[in-house]
């Protein structure tokens, strides 16, 4: 069974890919964040108020993957570290959140418990990281299982075209791209895509 969705998700167009990821993403924050509250408060019945608040969730967190690169990785070669650029977009994300529901005068909602944040942070580094570290082992390990050849690959040059060179490699099964190779000082230490950038020496 887990051969057909693999064979199934790999013949995906890369953009349909994303679209799983930002749906799965978003459904995902959003039972975090009910679960948060019935972690706190108990088993409670959700009304409209409830669902406008479990929406923003989502809304928030999205820009924020997408601006620490979320979903340009390939998952299928995800690095460990990833999981760093997935908890810093969690916190960030959380930061936000608790400052929209005070800016947006949330009292309405009743009060926030403090402890609400920090559930909806844990559990949602959780979801987030296991389902890609998840779909990882079902796209990449039955392969490399099977004695697939995987050369590891450094690139030099972090810019678009590097990165677009990267995606290109890690859609075939033939390389692993492990490292950005650039002469841009702001760039060393940094993930692009989630790949860490080097200097030339």
């Known amino acids: 069974m887990h051969i057909v969705i693999r064979d199934f998700l790999n013949?995906?167009?890369?953009?349909?890919?994303q679209t799983v990821l930002i749906v799965y993403d978003a459904v995902a924050l959003a039972g975090v964040l009910w679960l948060s509250y019935n972690l706190r408060l108990g088993p409670f019945?959700?009304?409209?108020?409830?669902?406008?608040?479990?929406?923003?969730?989502?809304l928030v967190a999205i820009p924020v993957?997408?601006?620490?690169?979320l979903y340009r990785a390939v998952i299928r070669y995800l690095p460990e570290r990833a999981l760093w650029t997935i908890v810093q977009a969690m916190a960030v994300t959380t930061l936000l959140w608790v400052f929209l529901l005070f800016l947006a005068e949330?009292?309405?909602?009743?009060?926030?418990?403090?402890?609400?944040?920090?559930?909806?942070?844990?559990?949602?580094?959780?979801?987030?990281a296991g389902s890609r570290f998840a779909a990882k082992y079902l796209l990449w390990m039955p392969a490399a299982r099977a004695g697939e050849?995987?050369?590891?690959?450094?690139?030099?040059?972090?810019g678009p075209a590097g990165t677009?060179?990267?995606?290109?490699?890690?859609?075939?099964?033939?390389?692993?791209?492990?490292?950005?190779?650039?002469?841009?000082?702001?760039?060393?230490?940094?993930?692009?895509?989630?790949?860490r950038v080097y200097p030339p020496s």
Do not use: N
């Not at 993957?65 to 690169?69: E, L």
């Open 11 to 17: 013949g995906l167009p890369r953009g349909w890919k």
């Open 45 to 58: 019945r959700t009304e409209g108020v409830h669902h406008l608040l479990m929406a923003t969730a989502p």
């Open 65 to 69: 993957f997408i601006r620490f690169g």
């Open 106 to 128: 949330a009292t309405r909602f009743g009060a926030l418990p403090r402890t609400i944040p920090i559930f909806f942070f844990v559990l949602g580094t959780v979801a987030v």
């Open 149 to 158: 050849k995987m050369p590891e690959v450094a690139i030099y040059g972090a």
């Open 164 to 195: 677009q060179l990267a995606v290109a490699l890690c859609s075939q099964r033939g390389g692993f791209v492990t490292a950005f190779i650039d002469d841009d000082p702001s760039l060393h230490g940094r993930d692009v895509s989630g790949i």
